[in-house]
Protein backbone atom coordinates (compact mmCIF):
# COMPACT_ATOMS: atom_id res chain seq x y z
CA UNK A 1 0.00 0.00 0.00
CA UNK A 2 2.40 2.69 1.02
CA UNK A 3 5.04 1.71 -1.95
CA UNK A 4 1.68 1.82 -4.42
CA UNK A 5 1.65 5.62 -2.89
CA UNK A 6 5.00 6.33 -3.21
CA UNK A 7 5.04 4.97 -7.00
CA UNK A 8 1.94 7.36 -7.56
CA UNK A 9 3.69 10.26 -5.61
CA UNK A 10 7.11 10.64 -6.65
CA UNK A 11 6.30 11.56 -10.70
CA UNK A 12 4.19 14.32 -9.11
CA UNK A 13 6.64 15.28 -7.17
CA UNK A 14 9.33 15.29 -9.83
CA UNK A 15 6.63 17.71 -12.19
CA UNK A 16 6.43 20.08 -9.33
CA UNK A 17 9.64 20.52 -8.92
CA UNK A 18 10.42 21.10 -12.48
CA UNK A 19 7.34 23.29 -12.58
CA UNK A 20 8.88 25.56 -9.69
CA UNK A 21 12.30 25.59 -11.01
CA UNK A 22 10.26 27.03 -14.42
CA UNK A 23 8.58 29.74 -12.31
CA UNK A 24 11.85 30.96 -10.65
CA UNK A 25 13.59 30.99 -13.95
CA UNK A 26 10.86 33.46 -14.99
CA UNK A 27 11.21 35.61 -11.35
CA UNK A 28 7.93 34.59 -10.09
CA UNK A 29 8.61 33.93 -6.18
CA UNK A 30 7.41 30.24 -5.08
CA UNK A 31 7.57 30.67 -1.25
CA UNK A 32 10.03 28.20 -1.30
CA UNK A 33 11.86 30.14 1.48
CA UNK A 34 11.56 33.16 2.97
CA UNK A 35 12.57 36.59 1.96
CA UNK A 36 15.79 38.38 2.01
CA UNK A 37 17.57 41.73 2.94
CA UNK A 38 20.87 43.13 3.21
CA UNK A 39 20.45 45.80 6.24
CA UNK A 40 24.01 46.67 5.20
CA UNK A 41 22.64 48.39 1.94
CA UNK A 42 19.24 48.64 2.64
CA UNK A 43 18.06 46.13 0.00
CA UNK A 44 15.12 43.84 0.41
CA UNK A 45 12.98 41.45 -1.80
CA UNK A 46 9.45 41.81 -2.26
CA UNK A 47 7.21 39.96 -4.24
CA UNK A 48 4.55 41.96 -6.30
CA UNK A 49 1.00 41.18 -6.48
CA UNK A 50 1.49 39.12 -9.73
CA UNK A 51 4.24 37.08 -7.75
CA UNK A 52 7.29 38.33 -9.06
CA UNK A 53 10.08 38.69 -6.77
CA UNK A 54 11.83 42.16 -6.86
CA UNK A 55 14.47 43.76 -5.02
CA UNK A 56 13.73 46.90 -3.66
CA UNK A 57 16.07 49.35 -1.96
CA UNK A 58 14.30 50.05 1.58
CA UNK A 59 13.23 53.57 1.52
CA UNK A 60 11.26 52.72 -2.06
CA UNK A 61 9.27 49.77 -1.30
CA UNK A 62 7.68 48.34 -4.58
CA UNK A 63 9.88 49.79 -7.18
CA UNK A 64 12.41 46.97 -8.41
CA UNK A 65 16.19 47.61 -8.35
CA UNK A 66 16.69 44.84 -11.13
CA UNK A 67 18.96 43.40 -8.90
CA UNK A 68 18.72 39.58 -6.76
CA UNK A 69 20.24 38.42 -4.41
CA UNK A 70 22.24 34.92 -5.61
CA UNK A 71 22.54 31.65 -4.18
CA UNK A 72 26.22 31.06 -2.70
CA UNK A 73 27.86 28.77 -4.62
CA UNK A 74 30.00 27.22 -1.90
CA UNK A 75 27.17 26.95 0.94
CA UNK A 76 23.67 25.90 -0.19
CA UNK A 77 20.98 27.49 1.10
CA UNK A 78 22.70 30.99 1.46
CA UNK A 79 22.31 34.32 -0.53
CA UNK A 80 24.48 36.80 -1.35
CA UNK A 81 23.62 40.14 -1.92
CA UNK A 82 24.11 41.63 -4.99
CA UNK A 83 25.99 44.93 -4.08
CA UNK A 84 28.34 44.64 -1.16
CA UNK A 85 28.50 40.42 -1.64
CA UNK A 86 27.81 39.67 2.09
CA UNK A 87 24.92 37.01 3.22
CA UNK A 88 21.86 38.28 3.14
CA UNK A 89 19.38 37.62 5.71
CA UNK A 90 16.76 35.75 5.79
CA UNK A 91 13.28 37.42 7.41
CA UNK A 92 11.64 40.23 6.35
CA UNK A 93 9.07 41.45 7.65
ZN1 LIG B 1 24.55 44.42 0.85
Known amino acids: MKDELLKQIKPLAEQLQTLQEQAE ?3 IFTGDRELL ?3 ECGLEEDVT ?5 I ?3 KPVPG ?3 G ?3 TKAVE ?3 KYLCPVCGKPA ?3 VS
Open 37 to 39: ECA
Open 75 to 77: NKG
Open 63 to 65: TDT
Open 49 to 53: ADGFL
Open 89 to 91: QFG
Open 25 to 27: RLG
Open 67 to 69: LRF
Open 55 to 57: VCR
